[in-house]
C-alpha cells in the first residue's frame, strides 16, 4: 500500500488523460484513471479517493453523476471539475454537488493542484463584471439544457428554437464575459 494520496482522473480523451495521470504522478499523487463515468464509478465505490478531477463532457453520462456520486461516497473528496464547454450554469451545478472547484480546459496540472486547496462557492470563481449578451444567451441556454439533461430536442422546445439553430448556438464560442 502506498502512503501517496489517492486520485481518480476521469476524461474520456486518451491523450490528455495519458499526460496529466502522468503530472500528477511527478506530483505525488497514486492516481487511477477511467475513461468515463460507467468506467470509473466501480473504481470509486471500491476504493473512493482523496482527491477527483472530472471532465465534464465525455461519451456516455455526465462528469456532474460522477460528482455526485463521489461525494455521496465520501464528503471530503476533493474535487476539480474540468470542462472545455465552462458556464455559469455548469459551474453552479458543479459545485451544489459537491466539487470544491469548477476549471476550464485547458488546465495544466499546477493549476488543478492549486484548486484542491480552494474550496468553492456558487458565486467566487467567477467575475463580477456584466457579461456580454452573446454570453448570457449561451448561459442561458446551457442552464435549460442541463435542466433537460441534455436533451437537445426538449431544450429547442423550450426555448421556442429550431433544434438546429440550437445546436448551431451551442456549438459557437460564448464570447468573452468581460
Given at each position: 500500500?502506498?502512503?501517496?494520496?489517492t486520485?481518480?482522473?476521469?476524461?474520456d480523451?486518451?491523450?490528455?488523460?495519458?499526460v496529466?495521470k502522468?503530472?500528477?504522478?511527478?506530483?505525488?499523487?497514486?492516481v487511477?484513471?477511467?475513461?468515463g463515468?460507467?468506467?470509473a464509478?466501480?473504481?470509486?465505490?471500491?476504493d473512493?479517493?482523496?482527491?477527483?478531477v472530472i471532465?465534464l463532457?465525455?461519451?456516455?453520462?455526465?462528469g456532474l453523476v460522477?460528482?455526485?456520486?463521489?461525494?455521496?461516497?465520501d464528503p471530503?473528496?476533493r474535487i476539480?471539475?474540468?470542462?472545455?464547454?465552462a458556464?455559469?450554469?455548469?459551474?453552479?451545478?458543479?459545485?451544489?454537488?459537491?466539487a470544491?472547484q469548477y476549471?476550464?480546459?485547458?488546465?495544466?496540472a499546477?493549476?488543478?493542484?492549486?484548486a484542491?486547496?480552494?474550496r468553492?462557492d456558487?458565486?467566487?470563481?467567477?467575475?463580477?463584471?456584466?457579461?456580454?449578451?452573446n454570453?448570457l444567451e449561451?448561459?442561458?441556454i446551457?442552464?435549460?439544457?442541463l435542466e433537460?439533461?441534455?436533451?437537445?430536442s426538449?431544450?429547442?422546445?423550450?426555448l421556442?428554437?429550431?433544434?438546429r439553430?440550437?445546436?448551431?448556438k451551442l456549438?459557437?464560442?460564448?464570447?468573452?464575459s468581460?
Open positions: 500500500m502506498s502512503d501517496l494520496p486520485l481518480l482522473l476521469v476524461d480523451d486518451d491523450t490528455f488523460r495519458g496529466l502522468r503530472a500528477l504522478e511527478k506530483r505525488g499523487y497514486a487511477t484513471d477511467a475513461d463515468v460507467e468506467s464509478l466501480p473504481l470509486a465505490c471500491a473512493p479517493p482523496e482527491y477527483a471532465d463532457k465525455m461519451h456516455g453520462a455526465s460522477l460528482v455526485r456520486r463521489l461525494h455521496e461516497l471530503n473528496t476539480v471539475m474540468l470542462t472545455g464547454y458556464s455559469i450554469a455548469t459551474a453552479v451545478e458543479a459545485i451544489k454537488l459537491g470544491t476549471l476550464a480546459k485547458p488546465a495544466n499546477d493549476e488543478i493542484v492549486a484542491f486547496g480552494h468553492a456558487a458565486d467566487s470563481a467567477f467575475d463580477a463584471r456584466p457579461a456580454t449578451v454570453r449561451w448561459e442561458h446551457n442552464r435549460v439544457l433537460q439533461n441534455g436533451n437537445i426538449a431544450t429547442a422546445r423550450i421556442n428554437m429550431h433544434r439553430t440550437l445546436q448551431r456549438n459557437k464560442n460564448p464570447g468573452r468581460r
